[in-house]
T-cell receptor, first 107, second 115 residues
Framework: KNEVEQSPQNLTAQEGEFITINCSYSVGISALHWLQQHPGGGIVSLFMLSSGKKKHGRLIATINIQEKHSSLHITASHPRDSAVYIC?????????FGQGTTLQVKP | DTGVSQDPRHKITKRGQNVTFRCDPISEHNRLYWYRQTLGQGPEFLTY????????KSRLLSDRFSAERPKGSFSTLEIQRTEQGDSAMYLCASSDTRQGNYGYTFGSGTRLTVV
């Protein structure tokens, strides 16, 4: 079992739909990161969470430390949101990545 | 600052050859990380440096792999006697932990193909 598990692995949505991507981790962490990766490899950091909830535009990230679970929500999804979304648990140093969720938003 | 730079972007090499990749982090960042990513998977940790000190190495980093950050600025990752299984995207990232900000900045990666 991976230390960081994401679900679903693949997700197809219609433009405008509310999207949720889940992340569970089994390791002790100092923070949970959500990142976005577009074709070609570039990774962009979206959120870094150690508790509660953060919002940036149409993106919302939440974390429940007791349940070792985090979610990334996208409201009013748009085709430009199509990408791979990756959660990563940070211990004192490195990030431990989940396998990623490939999101396709259709117009 | 132009972010994290990696060179080359692509490398095709024959099995058994040695390859070296370079990463230039954001200049004020004290930590530098190397990850490897294969198709359809999340990145896997290889090693990281704080300034010039290599603080942790993954068990994935066999004795054919070596990384350096000699002056605490740029880093190199060398793979000796490459194997087809080494084909992957090699990602570098940096962060500055001194202000308590652990935000990561990633480079665009070096894609290695071993033929």
């Amino acid at each position: 079992k991976n230390e960081v598990e994401q679900s679903p692995q693949n997700l197809t949505a219609q433009e405008g739909e509310f999207i949720t991507i889940n992340c569970s981790y089994s390791v002790g962490i100092s923070a949970l990161h959500w990142l976005q990766q577009h074709p070609g490899g570039g990774i962009v950091s979206l959120f870094m969470l150690s508790s509660g909830k953060k919002k940036h535009g149409r993106l919302i990230a939440t974390i429940n430390i007791q349940e070792k679970h985090s979610s990334l929500h996208i409201t009013a999804s748009h085709p430009r949101d199509s990408a791979v979304y990756i959660c990563a648990a940070r211990d004192t140093g490195k990030l431990i990545f989940g396998q990623g969720t490939t999101l396709q938003v259709k117009p | 600052d132009t972010g994290v730079s990696q060179d080359p972007r692509h490398k095709i090499t024959k099995r058994g050859q040695n390859v070296t990749f370079r990463c230039d982090p954001i200049s004020e960042h004290n930590r530098l990380y190397w990850y490897r990513q294969t198709l359809g998977q999340g990145p896997e940790f290889l090693t990281y440096f704080q300034n010039e000190a290599q603080l942790e190495k993954s068990r994935l980093l066999s004795d054919r792999f070596s990384a350096e950050r000699p002056k605490g600025s740029f880093s190199t990752l060398e793979i000796q006697r490459t194997e087809q299984g080494d084909s992957a995207m090699y990602l570098c990232a940096s962060s500055d932990t001194r202000q308590g900000n652990y935000g990561y900045t990633f480079g665009s990666g070096t894609r290695l193909t071993v033929v």
